[in-house]
């Protein structure tokens, strides 16, 4: 961890010295397949990962990327087919621009990409639609003319070459053969696959760079892998290959596909004995190896076939890249480690909402950890609504004995309360998953259904309930059943505020004499409001990133027997009952 933290460190000096030529800085879609109209995407650190739900969007991301430098389009992913066509409105059409950096003239430059309806869907270069946000054109100099079009209308696009590498697609010649290739029988295949492999050794052997079979020229490429490479991939997997051999041939079915043969020690195997990972690791060490200074490296779920230690190293070796070619990485991830080892500027958290797909505003890790369903069985774990909310548990947590302390994972949702209650109850309720959901003090209306007997319930009362909750934009199925495993659920594992929200105790820290704390009806929105004024007043930075933070250092100046520091000790108390109780369990 070590030497990442070291090349993060190195990397953020480049990027600040603006030594990353060529680099996208935002994404903006004003219409883009299930994205949420106007979606925009600050890219804030060279390597950046994205991510989100199945189907949420991330391969879609990394697609359209792919199409913006010039001569590239995303028509390579996504075109109308008469099962899946694209919707071509000539007023509204699919689209996006985005920003790069042109070094030579030190200036960030906006370029626009439409999906038109030449070619099934080929993309085009437009002018700047300044209805959508973007600046309008600056006048043409003897600087700047070379990087626009020749009428001046436009920017060109950014001249770099795009690098997608999709892990789930790849697969060895072994794999392809013994998953895709018909016999009609075991017997049959391995017969063929014995007569193949003949004339695979055959190439081995004789370092063979053309070979010609029933007719055919069956290699594209035959050769051993540098030691440099080799390092690598040892460094990677924790192997001590001595020699690696890269072979792409179509011997065994009609498409090309690679072998591997690796020596060790004591024996030579092929990649038919060897784990997926380690195929994937040549591959993209193979890959990495072939790119230019500022490329752009796209990743589609690298992790895949790969363990964490090895997830690990592999990140550690991409950032060197990035450090000695100053290429620009986006990864669309399921991976907790890459999330874990790369600062919060390098994430992108999506979310799926009733508006289309939405990006998570100044994301955290924690909210990404949430996003990926990563937890930590050996522990328990305390999901909090925000990150105030998360900053005001760390500190009641401190207050317990440090042999507890040690069990505890503790961590901002990002996603509000009736997410949390809907259909995180119900995913949780399942698993058996040690939680503790914190809540702000206005679900207390929520809390007198979930504390009722579901024994004592009518279906009538069922209905109302359900109906209340409904308002109250918390989703239960609707049977008796439903209802009374949520409400059980949430009866052991769900902790209110005594306070309204956590905004209440901020402002007490910030303004003791502010009226709205002596007011026994100031709402959830007054306090957030509230806080936001003093913080404006006072200067200070009033994002959610700078608020946690400010509230975290504050609560730690609060001094012993404060009227804040009781309050704290009481949300360790009734914290520390429910988490004695689950450890019971």
């Not at 070459?161 to 295949?189: C, Q, W």
Request: charged residues 25%; contains cysteine; hydrophobic residues 35%.
């Amino acid at each position: 961890m070590s030497n990442i933290k070291a090349l993060i460190e190195a990397i953020e000096k480049k990027f600040k010295k603006k030594e990353f030529d060529k680099f996208i800085h935002e994404i903006n879609f004003p219409k883009f397949k299930s994205f949420a109209p106007g979606l925009k995407l600050e890219i804030k650190f060279p390597v950046t990962v994205v991510v989100g739900p199945n189907g949420g969007g991330k391969s879609s991301i990394l697609h359209a990327a792919w199409g913006m430098p010039l001569r590239s389009s995303t028509s390579r992913f996504w075109f109308s087919t008469p099962v899946d066509p694209i919707e071509f409105d000539a007023s509204n059409q699919h689209r996006y621009w985005y920003s790069h950096y042109i070094k030579e003239i030190d200036q960030i430059v906006q370029c626009r990409k439409m999906c038109g309806n030449k070619r099934n869907g080929y993309w085009e270069p437009t002018r700047p639609a300044i209805q959508e946000s973007m600046s309008a054109m600056p006048k043409s100099t003897a600087d700047n003319s070379v990087f626009m079009s020749p009428s001046g209308d436009r920017w060109i696009q950014v001249k770099r070459t795009p690098h997608y590498i999709n892990s789930k697609a790849e697969s060895s010649a072994f794999e392809r053969y013994f998953y895709s290739v018909g016999h009609s029988t075991l017997e049959a295949k391995q017969d063929s696959f014995v007569k193949y492999s003949r004339q695979l050794k055959r190439a081995i052997d004789k370092n063979l760079q053309t070979l010609t079979y029933y007719g055919i020229e069956r290699l594209k490429s035959n050769f051993k892998i540098s030691q440099t490479q080799l390092d690598a991939i040892n460094r990677i997997l924790g192997k001590k290959y001595k020699s690696a051999r890269y072979i792409n041939h179509n011997l065994y079915d009609k498409n090309f596909s690679p072998s591997v043969i690796f020596e060790t020690e004591q024996r030579s195997y092929s990649e038919c004995f060897a784990g997926s990972g380690e195929l994937a690791v040549v591959n993209y060490v193979l890959s990495l190896a072939k790119l230019s200074n500022y490329d752009l490296l796209l990743l589609d779920e690298p992790e895949t076939s790969l363990h964490p230690g090895a997830q690990m190293k592999l990140l550690e070796y991409i950032l060197s890249i990035v450090k000695e070619k100053l290429i620009q990485v986006i990864i669309s991830t399921h991976s907790p480690t890459f999330v874990e080892a790369l600062p919060v500027e390098a994430l992108i958290v999506l979310e799926d909402t009733p508006e289309g797909i939405l990006a998570r505003k100044e994301p955290s890790k924690s909210s990404a950890f949430y996003r990926l369903g990563h937890i930590d069985n050996d522990k328990i774990t305390i999901i909090t609504e925000d990150r105030l909310l998360e900053a005001l548990a760390i500190r009641a947590a401190s207050y317990m004995p440090p042999e507890l302390r040690k069990k505890l994972a503790i961590f901002g949702a990002e996603v509000g309360a009736s997410e949390m209650l809907s259909n995180q109850v119900r995913a949780y309720a399942q698993t058996g998953d040690k939680i503790l959901m914190l809540l702000d003090g206005d679900q207390s209306e929520i809390q007198k259904i979930y504390d009722l007997d579901p024994a004592d319930l009518s279906e009538s009362s069922i209905k109302a309930h359900i109906a209340f909750l409904k308002n109250q934009k918390v989703s239960i199925v609707g049977t008796h059943q439903d209802l009374t495993l949520w409400m059980q659920w949430c009866k052991n594992h769900v902790v209110l505020l005594d306070q309204v929200c956590p905004e209440q105790i901020f402002l007490e820290l910030l303004d003791p004499a502010h009226p709205y704390l002596k007011k026994t009806n100031t709402t959830n929105s007054d306090f957030k409001s509230a806080v936001r004024d003093v913080l404006y007043k006072n200067g200070n930075d009033r994002s959610s990133e700078s608020q946690a933070t400010l509230f975290k250092f504050l609560l730690g100046q609060v001094l012993p027997g404060d009227a804040v520091e009781i309050k704290v000790k009481h949300l360790s108390h009734k914290l520390l009952i429910r988490i004695k109780a689950m450890e019971s369990t």
